[in-house]
């Protein structure tokens, strides 16, 4: 299976603090997805990266992937309360499989 | 409205009952997957089905069983031969889109007494 380690596995931020989170790869991605997780609810889908080196910005959430395809970042910029949860990186190297990182639990202070 | 349903939310079993979890999709999506995630851990995958009549182990098989009857409907059975049950389930499916990204439903709690 592929594996995907994330870091760090939890973070408190004060709110407006910008924050990165890391998704790494034992093997090279050849689709990089992000999700976030609410406390107890189901994953929303965040971003998709392909191309090394590729960027993808909504709201103030950044992704980018290395141009080795092995490592992912998400960045979020002035956090808010409302970006609190668990942060998921994912990748689908075979046909239909689809794997998961450990995950990053985020906690924004007001 | 288009979504996966998972029920129940909340389940509590005594140790040795099978259990089963219902997942039901209206998307028309031919991929169906299952997850399981416990506290400070990622998703680990545990079956998926690619179409009808056909499924493949993930990497957490043992203990659970799926059905593939329907293209709606991806149950999974959570059996007493499962050592440690209690998690939180999550199904999704695959879309058609080129992006591929899987869609979720809200999630099963089972609790084993």
């Known amino acids: 299976s592929q594996e995907l380690e994330q870091s760090p596995q939890s973070l408190i931020v004060q709110e407006g603090k910008n924050l990165t989170i890391n998704c790494t790869s034992s093997?090279?991605?050849?689709?990089l997805y992000w999700y976030k997780q609410k406390y107890g609810e189901g994953l929303i889908f965040l971003m998709m990266?392909?191309?090394?080196?590729e960027e993808k910005s909504h709201e103030k959430i950044t992704a980018k992937l290395d141009e080795k395809k092995q490592q992912s970042s998400l960045h979020i910029t002035a956090s808010q309360p409302s970006h609190a949860g668990i942060y998921l990186c994912g990748a689908s190297p075979f046909g239909n499989q689809f794997y998961f990182g450990t995950g990053t639990s985020l906690t924004v202070i007001p | 409205d288009g979504g996966i349903t998972q029920s129940p939310k909340y389940l509590f079993r005594k140790e040795g009952q099978n259990v089963t979890l219902s997942c039901e999709q209206n998307l028309n999506h031919d991929a169906m997957y299952w997850y399981r995630q416990d506290p400070g851990q990622g998703l680990r995958l545990i079956y998926y089905s690619q179409i009808v009549n056909d499924f493949q182990k993930g990497d957490i098989a043992e203990g659970y069983s799926v059905s593939r009857e329907k293209k709606e409907s991806f149950p999974l059975t959570v059996t007493s031969a499962q050592k440690n049950p209690t998690a939180f389930y999550l199904c999704a499916t695959k879309g058609h889109r080129n992006t591929g990204e899987l869609f979720f439903g809200e999630g099963s709690r089972l609790t084993v007494l």
């Open positions: 990266l392909q191309k090394g080196g």
């Open positions: 093997k090279t991605l050849y689709g």
